[in-house]
Structure formats: structure tokens, C-alpha cells
């Protein structure tokens, strides 16, 4: 008697019974298991839809998405003054070690050198902070007056901030200090368009 025929005994006789019917591995092995997959849904996701080729925030209506020259005013100050000190420490001890390299190891020469490297110091930070301001001064108002963000900025901002401040030493020093400024900021505007400029002069060969 075959046991997988409709109506006969065994599991095809219960599942008759209860209006079901059974179907044995033959008969599903043709059988296509639409939307069954082995792994998780979760898991099984193609990777390009993972790249994310546009920004994750969502910036304000007309906003930048870079900082202004602004916002880059406050780093830069407060940069070159943590910069200022530092340098100024390394000398200040430099000098006062040197100084009193004839004095032993006692209270004055440490006193001394301590001073020493407390007034290189504030020097340096004050020195270095004042140049920092003055260029973000400029270059705020260069971009408010052009209403443009490029390099003439920050040349322009540069030339200036070494032109005023050397006013003090007649027209060789606002020439000296102009010259200064045009060079450090021109090699500045060179170095950060590098990338740009050789993949320009590399795509003409």
C-alpha cells in the first residue's frame, strides 16, 4: 500500500482529516522558496548603498559649508598665541641656562631663569597674537568689501598685516614688512592649492 497516496493511513490520513495535505521532499524539491534567503536581511545588503556621497548634515538655508574667515578668526588668534608662548618658553630657558651657566644651582639663578622664561613668554604670545589679529582684522574686512572667499584675500590681508606692523620703522620697514607678509601668505595660498595646481599641471601631459 503506498503511504503517500490521498486517503491512506499514517500521517496522510490525519492530515486529510483536518482538510491539510502532506507532500514529501520530492515534491518540494522543485518548488522555488520565493523570498526565503539563508542569511538575514539585515545582513545581506549590498555595499554601494553604504557610500555616502552627499554631506550627513543638513546645514541651515545659505549657509557655508566651510567656516568663514570669521569663525577661523578665533583659532587662528588663540593658535598663535598658545604657539607664541611655547616657542617663547623653549627660548626664555635657553637664555636664562645661558646666562647664568656661571652660577650654581641655587635660589637667585632659578629665580632668574624663571623670570627669563615667563617674560620670552608673554613676548612671544603677545607678539605672534598681535600679527594674528591684525590679519583676521584684514581679511574679514577684505572679504566684506570683495564679497568674495579666495587666495587675493589672503594675500592682500597678509601684505598689510606685515606693512602696518612695521609702520614703526619708517617706509624701509613698512617695505620690509610688506614684503614679509606677501611672501609668508603667498607660500601659504601656494600650499594649500598645491593638490589643485599639480593635478592641473599633470592632466596637460
Not at 32 to 44: A, D, F, K, R, V
Not at 72 to 81: P, S
Not at 109 to 114: G, T
Not at 165 to 178: P, T
Request: charged residues 15%.
Amino acid at each position: 500500500m503506498d503511504n503517500n497516496a490521498p486517503g491512506s493511513g499514517g500521517k496522510g490520513g490525519f492530515g486529510s482529516l483536518f482538510g491539510g495535505s502532506e507532500y514529501s521532499n520530492t515534491e518540494l524539491a522543485g518548488v522555488p522558496l520565493t523570498g526565503m534567503s539563508p542569511l538575514s536581511p539585515y545582513l545581506n545588503v549590498d555595499p554601494r548603498y553604504l557610500v555616502q556621497d552627499t554631506d550627513e548634515f543638513i546645514l541651515p538655508t545659505g549657509a557655508s559649508k566651510t567656516r568663514g574667515r570669521f569663525e577661523l578668526a578665533f583659532f587662528t588668534i588663540g593658535g598663535c598665541c598658545i604657539t607664541g608662548a611655547a616657542f617663547g618658553t623653549v627660548n626664555g630657558l635657553r637664555m636664562g641656562l645661558k646666562d647664568t651657566r656661571e652660577m650654581g644651582w641655587t635660589k637667585p639663578r632659578n629665580v632668574q631663569i624663571l623670570n627669563m622664561v615667563t617674560r620670552q613668554g608673554a613676548s612671544w604670545a603677545n607678539t605672534l597674537g598681535s600679527v594674528a589679529l591684525l590679519y583676521s582684522v584684514f581679511g574679514v574686512a577684505i572679504e566684506k568689501a570683495r564679497g568674495a572667499e579666495d587666495d587675493i584675500n589672503t594675500v592682500a590681508a597678509g601684505t598689510l598685516t606685515g606693512m602696518l606692523f612695521k609702520s614703526a620703522g619708517g617706509l624701509k620697514g613698512v617695505a620690509r614688512g610688506g614684503l614679509v607678509g606677501l611672501a609668508l601668505s603667498g607660500a601659504y595660498a601656494l600650499y594649500s592649492n598645491w593638490d589643485h595646481i599639480r593635478g592641473g599641471s599633470s592632466s596637460l601631459y
